[in-house]
């Protein structure tokens, strides 16, 4: 059965109305599923520490001077620091004699 549309004249215009969505018959079957989008490749997360416990900071004596580069980066990946605190631990082995300035980036 053919449900017919709604009019109605609206001034010299006259307006069609599309049948609401009750009064729709029913679909039967599935129909099309929605599609899924995969979440694609996520980073893990790392749970660096903000403040040098006394382990590391005997690592990061010791062992860094000898490090063929030293950059905030490799020593947040190896030693579990964050950015923050392998910057201060650069400055902090620059003062102390253990390291020297090779070059510098600023972009």
């Not at 006259?14 to 609401?20: F, G, R």
């Not at 029913?26 to 382990?55: C, H, L, M, R, Y």
């Not at 950015?83 to 980036?105: C, N, P, T």
Request: charged share 30%.
């Amino acid at each position: 059965m053919q449900i017919p549309k709604k009019t109605r004249t609206h001034h010299t215009q006259q307006c069609v109305l599309a049948p609401t969505a009750s009064s729709k018959p029913a679909k039967s079957g599935g129909g099309k599923q929605k599609k899924k989008w995969s979440k694609g490749k996520q980073k893990e997360k790392v749970n660096n520490t903000v403040i040098f416990d006394q382990a590391t900071y005997d690592k990061l004596l010791t062992e860094v001077p000898k490090y063929k580069q030293i950059t905030p980066s490799v020593l947040s990946e190896r030693l579990r620091i964050n950015g923050s605190l392998a910057r201060r631990a650069i400055k902090d082995l620059m003062e102390r004699g253990l390291i020297r300035m090779v070059s510098i980036q600023s972009s």
